[in-house]
């Protein structure tokens, strides 16, 4: 059974708007970072946000301004509001749950797709 659920990705022409979410169970939620990374095609995965249990973000300079990530904690669920989308920005998209010295928890990634 999936740890992280992820669900939102699709095809958006540029400039346009699209919402991942990642929902979770709370044991993996609450003790974790939460964050998305993404990977397109025949580049490594890297990091788009993050954000800890208290609520502190982090952004990859190529989303800042654009991109805004979120937490429900009654939901168990991290979001990701992506705006004024990029086709640079279409790539295999990952939730991913980090504690220090454990292993990560992965998504199976959700496709987002930009068309110029």
């Known amino acids: 059974q999936a740890q992280l659920v992820e669900s939102g990705g699709g095809l958006v022409q540029a400039g346009g708007s699209l919402r991942l979410s990642c929902a979770t169970s709370?044991?993996?939620?609450?003790?974790?970072?939460m964050g998305w990374y993404r990977q397109a095609p025949g580049k490594q995965r890297e990091l788009v946000a993050t954000?800890?249990?208290?609520?502190?973000?982090n952004y990859a300079d190529s989303v800042k301004g654009r991109f805004a990530i979120s937490r429900d904690n009654a939901k168990n669920t991290v979001y990701l509001q992506m705006n004024s989308l990029k086709p640079e920005d279409t790539a295999v998209y990952y939730c991913?749950?980090?504690?220090?010295?454990?292993?990560?928890?992965w998504g199976q990634g959700t496709q987002v797709t930009v068309s110029s």
């Open positions: 709370r044991s993996i939620f609450m003790i974790n970072r």
């Open positions: 954000i800890t249990s208290g609520g502190s973000t």
């Open positions: 991913n749950a980090h504690k220090d010295y454990r292993p990560d928890y």
